[in-house]
């Protein structure tokens, strides 16, 4: 990737799409895991009601994810509520520091998902 000038419009460009591509993949994966507490939870109402900081800590109390992950999903929420509510650039740079290990974290996840996947599937 060339280098961009981080004062230029296309940097601003940049930086403002994988702020939002953040945005959806976070809140995508909430709802996946959500999705996937069902099977550990008394009913699809009780995981349906849990708020999304509740979905990671339950995921966690039930071994989908590790406590340490859960801890950086839980990072990245607090990150995304600051960005959202703080439009300037200093925030949206605190994103794009954390882009190495959420791309990590979110790959781990997709991994675990499909293995509750196939592992639903058999049974």
């Known amino acids: 990737m060339q280098t961009m000038d981080s ?20 809140e995508q994966a909430g709802s996946l895991l959500k999705r996937a507490l069902r099977l550990y939870l008394f ?3 009780k995981a349906d009601s849990l708020y999304f900081k509740d979905i990671f800590r339950q995921a966690a109390q ?14 990245y ?16 740079e605190d994103i ?9 974290d979110t790959k781990s996840l997709i991994k675990k998902l499909n293995r509750l996947n196939k592992d639903e599937i058999k049974q």
């Open 96 to 104: 794009l520091f954390l882009l190495n290990n959420f791309i990590k």
């Open 62 to 75: 039930h071994s989908i994810i590790t406590i340490k992950e859960a801890e950086n999903w839980l990072n």
């Open 43 to 45: 009913s699809s109402k």
């Open 77 to 92: 929420r607090d990150e995304r509520n600051i960005a959202a509510h703080n439009y300037g650039e200093e925030h949206a």
């Open 7 to 26: 004062n230029s419009i296309e940097y601003d460009i940049y930086r403002t799409a994988v702020v939002k591509v953040f945005e959806l993949i976070l």
